[in-house]
């Protein structure tokens, strides 16, 4: 890759789409592969998820889940004993016919999601209320055969985690269901500074199976919504049919009350598409995998004393970095370090040093300032700090700028046709609404939130103009 | 589970097969699922598998290898490009055939090994020198469609590391292969304690396209041996069929040179069947998920008073502990305790505090040693080193005890009919003696060490009595 190369990263106002594969591409995060639909995570696309995972499983352990390793393929006729669950999966899964050179007796999919998969376990393990809550963690591939797709954002293999949880009671999962919608919903904000809008799908977009679906919504740079993280809950639904029975305190037989919540790789799609601008990626610090970068202009033996001072006091302070001691030229390494994403980047170069000074560049505002060698550590620590919180506010900013509130149908039309982003109406909770939305608008439902939901000024559906039940997002989705 | 059931171990010298399984499903390591041949990795297995991806992963990146996920599907025209590696494997992969309802224009299988997957990306990156070494690792499940299984040790479903190392020389390549294998080695004897043979596979036994490969060879309790690692070295094979090139540093056009090794979860079979005993599992302490587990004796303030001290301490010296405080009977806590294999056990009853003690039981001898509560951790401490050492060698003197040197044929089939173990004799090299002893003798050949392999004695081969090039060892094999 040359300077010209990472100018020919697509401008993101021109061709959303295209600058987002030119992004994920040319700052080494995916590369395709000469698997149909599949894409290939390459080392800094898969350091990211590292760090997601090494963040996300802590939390999962500190609030009691465990985890484990079912099998990867489902037996037909397993998959086909929740009738809403098979209905909404087996048009998307791949099927494993033979074994070798044999025809298998009973063809099996490679799991589009376990829920099947932990009930069979859970009625062998479940007797008592003693056994419960179950907390069960995954992480796995699953596989759903898409017919288009892109980078992180659909694959036919998503790299996922899947929680599974069975309880005593209604109460316990409905608690555990919002439980881990909040961490999803913090991590979201916190290590991502992504802004994200948590609440509850409607009928029509809850999951396959359960009784209620929990959503975490977040909106690209391009107005466009991508769902992160779901948490559903189940009630007994699977546990019926699957017969998982404990005896309750009051030594009566009952079943088990279930939750499902997952987040996959696809978050690292929404990193891009939230923080990233035309000289490439911009990584929130709390996630980048290399905080700094440090580039030498010169090969010097100030310049190589100075960048061995900075790195003790990096490694002194736990901060990730990388020098690049390539044979480019410095504006090469700008260039590049610019396209991967670094949060921070440290010139040291022959005319600074000799006022005793290096350049800091901030890669989210490409702010330069120059900082005695002495002072590097203590500005480099502030501004990981600054980066991260500037960062979730200029999304915050961007996301409220893009949110619309129209009174009426035509209103909401023209919005549609015009304005990218989200739209919040007054909702009188059914489906054909919801259905014209979707074909007259292009607009899906995204989430009843929890607050602030109550409907307002006419009281009266968007669309039907019958009394309103809620209030609700629509957007166009990924 | 009851006293009673832990007593229903099958014993160890009576039916060794069942004795394993019944170790594993009683530890709660494994449970069987409706999805024959594949099997469920219960949370207390896979917290032993996640110690050793920690453990392993941190000694890869530590020597400059970065993961990556490739797909996990792999077109038949690929699988098929290397001519030797698809004889090898294609007999025993499991082919999708369809997505959703539509059948598949290219069948595809589960990766069984990764190798072509990874080679059509290598030809996509590599074209200098300045690109080379290329050192990838990946955790994930590969597929191999076998008839007969068990638990860890042969399953269709095999969770692993895959490493995969692309080199400008052949002297680079094998010293990568070597030093993967020596840190294999290390870990094999370091941390799960089981001492190994390492060596060199002979042609007919070495990995499909492979030009050599290493393995790391382990005996288990009942003398079979299993192969617990492997490193392979390819040299061009792949990447001439594959047409990856690179130019060279005399800026000419050449293959480059390849590796690749892995491990998988059937270490914990080894674990299981190296150190287990008739009460239950017996875990290594650098392994275990839980080094220390406290039992009181009694609900009582003084009891609670010692434990809160003791496992202060604990967490000060960053021991794992667990306190079983279930509504069980002491002397069922002791016997839970010894078949999950904790290396040390706790009893915190009123009788020994009332002369300030408690009461320490190391799993691996039974060993039970009253200590004052204030010298409780220093004594944890000094046990957690003990236990490791003496269980490696104890495993190593049994090992050793049951290795066999005789000088004719006669002699060999007499051993191999009477005593497990490993048997050490010269021999010619040529397969027609490697196949006659596997059918006569039902030994496959192990490895050749890669010290003291001199041929002794004679210098015959024990099998064809013409000239040995060298010494091997067989076995019967898991």
């Known amino acids: 890759m040359n300077e010209k190369q990472v100018k020919?990263?697509?401008?993101?106002?021109?061709?959303?789409?295209?600058?987002?594969?030119?992004?994920?591409?040319?700052?080494?995060?995916?590369?395709?592969?000469?698997?149909?639909?599949?894409?290939?995570?390459?080392?800094?696309?898969?350091a990211i998820w590292e760090n997601m995972q090494r963040i996300l499983d802590k939390k999962f352990k500190e609030t009691g889940h465990e985890n484990l390793q079912m099998p990867m393929f489902i037996p037909e006729s397993l998959l086909q004993v929740e009738k809403d669950h098979v209905k909404g999966f087996a048009p998307e899964v791949a099927w494993v016919t033979y074994g070798g050179v044999n025809k298998l007796e009973e063809r099996m999919c490679v799991r589009p999601t376990s829920e099947t998969l932990f009930c069979d376990h859970f009625k062998k393990i479940i007797s008592s209320y003693k056994d419960l809550p179950l907390l069960y963690n995954q992480w796995c591939t699953i596989v759903r055969w898409e017919k288009t797709t892109r980078p992180f954002l659909r694959s036919r293999e998503i790299l996922w985690q899947e929680g599974h949880t069975m309880h005593q009671s209604e109460e316990d999962a409905l608690n555990e269901t919002l439980r881990m919608l909040k961490i999803y919903e913090d991590f979201q904000k916190n290590i991502l500074a992504i802004p994200v809008f948590t609440g509850k799908k409607t009928d029509k977009e809850k999951f396959a199976g359960a009784k209620a679906t929990y959503a975490i919504?977040?909106?690209?740079?391009?107005?466009?919504?991508?769902?992160?993280?779901?948490s559903h809950y189940f009630g007994q639904n699977f546990s019926k049919v699957f017969n998982i029975k404990f005896l309750n305190k009051d030594n009566k037989l009952e079943n088990p009350y279930q939750t499902s919540w997952g987040c996959t790789t696809r978050m690292i799609g929404a990193l891009v598409m939230v923080h990233s601008d035309d000289r490439g990626l911009v990584l929130p610090p709390r996630i980048a995998p290399v905080k700094v970068v440090?580039?030498?202009?010169?090969?010097?033996?100030?310049?190589?004393?100075?960048?061995?001072?900075?790195?003790?006091d990096l490694k002194d302070s736990n901060v990730t970095y990388k020098i690049d001691n390539s044979d480019k030229t410095p504006g090469f390494k700008f260039?590049?370090?610019?396209?991967?994403?670094?949060?921070?980047?440290i010139e040291v170069g022959k005319r600074d040093l000799e006022n005793g000074c290096v350049t800091i560049v901030r890669r989210d505002t490409l702010e330069k300032i120059k900082v005695l060698i002495s002072d590097a550590i203590i500005k480099v620590n502030e501004l990981l700090i600054n980066i991260q919180n500037d960062m979730y506010e200029k999304a915050l900013k961007r996301r409220n700028s893009m949110i619309y509130y129209?009174?009426?149908?035509?209103?909401?039309?023209?919005?549609?046709?015009?304005?990218?982003?989200?739209?919040?109406?007054?909702?009188?909770?059914?489906?054909?609404?919801?259905?014209?939305?979707?074909?007259?608008?292009?607009?899906?439902?995204?989430?009843?939130?929890?607050?602030?939901?109550?409907p307002t000024g006419n009281k009266k559906c968007i669309c039907c103009k019958k009394d309103a039940k809620t209030k609700i997002y629509w957007a166009k989705q990924y």
Chains 1, 2 share one sequence.
């Open 8 to 46: 020919e990263i697509t401008k993101r106002d021109i061709d959303f789409a295209k600058w987002y594969t030119d992004v994920v591409k040319k700052a080494d995060l995916v590369d395709y592969s000469s698997v149909k639909g599949s894409m290939i995570i390459r080392p800094y696309g898969y």
């Open 217 to 230: 919504e977040a909106m690209m740079y391009d107005g466009i919504a991508l769902q992160n993280a779901t």
């Open 294 to 312: 440090i580039i030498p202009i010169g090969n010097d033996e100030a310049v190589n004393k100075a960048i061995n001072e900075i790195t003790q």
């Open 335 to 345: 260039a590049q370090a610019e396209v991967k994403g670094y949060p921070i980047r």
């Open 406 to 454: 129209p009174d009426t149908y035509e209103q909401m039309k023209d919005i549609a046709k015009n304005k990218p982003g989200f739209i919040y109406t007054n909702w009188c909770g059914n489906e054909e609404c919801e259905n014209k939305i979707k074909d007259e608008l292009g607009l899906k439902s995204r989430c009843i939130p929890f607050e602030n939901n109550e």
